[in-house]
């Protein structure tokens, strides 16, 4: 009997990462503890039996002191350390990620810690610098302490097309452009769920990247992959058109417009509107002229998807003044503004507010918008003729 609870505690010490983790999960969970129960009294009897047997006592009451004692290492530490804390890791992740580091004793001792500390919950991800064998308390405070995450930042800026993306990304990882394209064919193993691309207007999807690079700023791991990066970003757009209700409000309050249609018009507003506060009119002119009828083309019309098949060719963008009746009505052009119905894809990566006023844009008939002023201000208007006279306001303004 002595030697089967002697097994019993090589097996505990052979699974200390999993038997924390799991004892963590059922403590939240509620549970009983009737197994922790069972376990005192085999000790117990142990210990009798133990205690019949002269010295041998001290082995065995050396090895049930070490179970009801949390093991934990003294002070700060000693070599240092980088640790990744994963997005939505939870704290027994975490406890995990940095007792196989060897920065904790044990996964119980920085669960214990975490949870005595008020800021516990607060550990943010991101890569960190810590030490090797420290007190579970100094960890703690060390992942609480600003100064010890490794600042890798870079930011996209709003309606940067897929492209340009890989560009940013490339000039500040060195990882080469063409990791970050052939990470990008396959939109689905990044992430994107395939519901996303579809379409109820009749034109077939061709599964693209564009539109789910979530611009943000981006700490980037020191071991970062194209895929992984890319996989970050996507991540953050589902997370924030979840948070958004996306998908849910479009189909329920856009009747006819699928999610992904509705990412397509938040590119377009992106790329269009001058101001903040006219995204969301901007949406409404392009769902009123290729769902509502009322426009005669029933097509966009919109230079900034001429600009947008430019540099996907790798041409040279233009402005609206430059653009040649060639440019503007390219056959061979997928993007051509005057083709019946929604562009192919997104033309760009939207922000949330942008996606905001393609989900729940503004009612009203307007079919025509220009810019007015220098501030990016616009003016709109339900016919052509009102809408000329808008023209006029932005000539007088030096605008066109």
Not at 242 to 252: H, I, P, R
Not at 336 to 351: A, D, E, F, H, S
Not at 364 to 370: Q, R
Request: glycine share 10%; aromatic share 8%; hydrophobic share 35%.
């Amino acid at each position: 009997m002595i030697d089967e609870l002697d097994l019993g505690f090589d097996e505990q010490d052979r699974g200390e990462k999993g038997r924390h983790r799991r004892g963590y999960v059922r403590k939240r969970n509620g549970g009983s503890g009737g197994g922790r129960g069972r376990t005192v009294l085999a000790l117990l009897l142990a210990l009798v039996l133990l205690g019949g047997i002269g010295g041998g006592a001290f082995y065995g009451f050396d090895r049930v002191q070490s179970y009801f004692v949390t093991p934990d290492y003294d002070g700060t530490g000693t070599e240092q350390v980088q640790v990744e804390i994963k997005a939505g890791a939870f704290v027994a992740d975490m406890a995990v990620t940095l007792y196989e580091a060897d920065v904790v004793k044990s996964t119980k001792a920085f669960l214990e810690a975490a949870e005595k500390d008020s800021r516990g919950e607060n550990i943010q991800a991101g890569t960190y610098r810590l030490r090797k064998q420290m007190s579970a308390e100094s960890a703690v405070a060390a992942l609480l302490d600003p100064k010890n995450k490794v600042t890798n930042g870079v930011t996209i800026p709003e309606g940067r097309t897929a492209k340009n993306i890989y560009k940013l990304l490339s000039d500040f990882t060195k990882i080469p452009v063409k990791d970050f394209e052939a990470a990008a064919k396959d939109p689905l193993a990044l992430g994107v769920p395939d519901w996303w691309f579809k379409r109820d207007d009749g034109k077939q999807v061709k599964p693209s990247i564009e539109g789910f690079l979530y611009p943000d700023t981006y700490e980037i791991p020191p071991k970062a992959t194209a895929e992984s990066i890319l996989k970050q970003m996507v991540n953050n757009f589902l997370t924030v058109a979840g948070e958004l209700k996306f998908a849910d409000k479009v189909q329920s309050d856009l009747g006819g417009v699928t999610p992904y249609e509705a990412l397509i018009v938040a590119s377009l507003a992106q790329a269009e509107a001058g101001t903040k506060k006219d995204l969301g009119k901007v949406a409404r002119v392009a769902y009123n002229r290729v769902f509502k009828g009322n426009f005669d083309c029933g097509c966009l019309e919109m230079d900034v998807t001429v600009n947008y098949y430019l540099e996907l060719t790798g041409q040279k963008t233009k402005s609206s003044k430059e653009m040649t009746n060639a440019d503007l009505d390219n056959p061979k052009n997928p993007y051509n503004r005057k083709l019946r119905g929604l562009v192919p894809t997104p033309i760009n990566n939207p922000g949330k507010d942008a996606l905001a006023g393609a989900m729940a844009p503004p009612k009203g008939g307007w079919l025509f918008f220009v810019a007015v002023d220098r501030q990016g201000n616009s003016e709109f208007a339900e016919t052509y003729e009102e809408h000329q006279r808008n023209e006029d306001k932005a000539r007088e303004a030096g605008i066109i």
